[in-house]
């Protein structure tokens, strides 16, 4: 019986929000294993800010979307059809580049397997066992480097990434200070999470609630939105702070260059470091990571949340939730369902 894949295709590039026309859902028949090749059918797709800059033409890490090209994205799948000794069907496994889509051909030399702990869902390997969980290491541990008693300030620090990056600095000792959208956010912060404070952008200023929080200034900072609020965080630097940019999800879906701190004096008279990072360059520190995070589950000191949306169909709008701050936790789309034990 010939498979039927389904598969969003990058119809129009976006000139703001993503529009109902920009994508289009499309059939074929799903491909044919080569030799050294797997077949996928794709379980759950992970949804990224970074997915609306791979819409655009504007400079980026990798080539944007090729227009009439399946949309970019990480997806983990199970083995449906093999022609490699390295995979059988069955095995769960992360495709270099699924997309969204529910079939994946892939070359069985660059796609990992899977194993599983007890307990751990799937999703938790597109999460805080995936590339989320290591971007969250390599900007604290490798760039804000916090150390005991330091305060460290994380924004959008109930999303995927600052909730994970909050908790680590937090094991390394330092005062945590998270910003996040609405009470909810907040109160898990500062309840489930532990971390020292909280600020809700949505309901209070955050420039004030910083001076209320951090008395003595920031020492590392973890930035994950840009604009007013990285400025806020910016201007409160101590000498020799430290600043891992990993996002600025505030202008993803504005045209033209992304601004930053006004005040660019303030970077050489505090002796500033502020470090864009992608982690697809930090690829060799996994092992570290998924060591570390994994033994700091398992000893009940770091905790995470995962937003699961049924169906294909509503990738596109399940993506404009990491715009409006309306998802809690990783957000990942179900594209069919889990194999039974």
Request: proline share 6%.
């Amino acid at each position: 019986m010939t498979l039927i894949n389904r598969k969003w295709i990058l119809k129009q590039r976006p000139t703001a929000s993503l529009a109902p026309d920009d994508l289009q859902l499309v059939e074929a028949p799903a491909p044919a294993p080569g030799g050294g090749e797997v077949l996928i059918r794709n379980i759950y797709l992970s949804l990224d800010p970074t997915n609306r800059i791979w819409m655009s033409d504007r400079e980026q890490y990798l080539p944007p979307v090729g227009l009439g090209d399946v949309m970019r994205g990480t997806t983990l799948g199970v083995v449906v059809e093999s022609r490699s000794d390295r995979f059988a069907p069955g095995d769960i496994v992360l495709p270099p580049d699924g997309g969204w889509q529910l079939y994946t051909l892939a070359d069985a030399s660059q796609t990992r397997r899977i194993k599983g702990e007890p307990g751990v869902p799937l999703t938790a390997y597109l999460s805080v066992l995936g590339v989320t969980g290591l971007t969250a290491y390599v900007g604290v541990m490798d760039i804000c480097r916090p150390k005991a008693g330091e305060t460290f300030a994380v924004t959008a620090g109930a999303g995927a990434v600052g909730s994970v990056a909050g908790q680590i600095a937090a094991i390394q000792g330092a005062r945590v200070v998270g910003i996040a959208g609405g009470p909810a956010k907040t109160g898990w912060l500062t309840g489930e999470l532990g971390f020292d404070g909280a600020i809700d952008y949505k309901g209070e200023d955050v420039g004030a609630a910083l001076d209320r929080l951090c008395p003595d200034g920031i020492d590392s900072a973890f930035e994950n939105v840009g604009g007013p609020i990285m400025d806020a965080v910016y201007e409160r630097l101590n000498t020799g702070g430290r600043v891992a940019v990993c996002g600025l999800i505030s202008n993803y879906n504005d045209e033209g260059p992304i601004p930053g701190p006004t005040d660019f004096g303030r970077m050489l008279m505090k002796r500033l470091t502020v470090s864009g990072f992608i982690v697809i360059d930090h690829f060799h520190r996994a092992r570290d990571a998924w060591s570390d995070i994994s033994r700091w589950i398992a000893e009940g000191r770091l905790k995470w949340k995962d937003h699961v949306v049924d169906g294909l169909d509503n990738a596109p709008d399940a993506l404009g939730l990491l715009f409006t701050g309306a998802n809690d936790g990783k957000l990942v789309v179900r594209i069919s369902e889990e194999p039974e034990a």
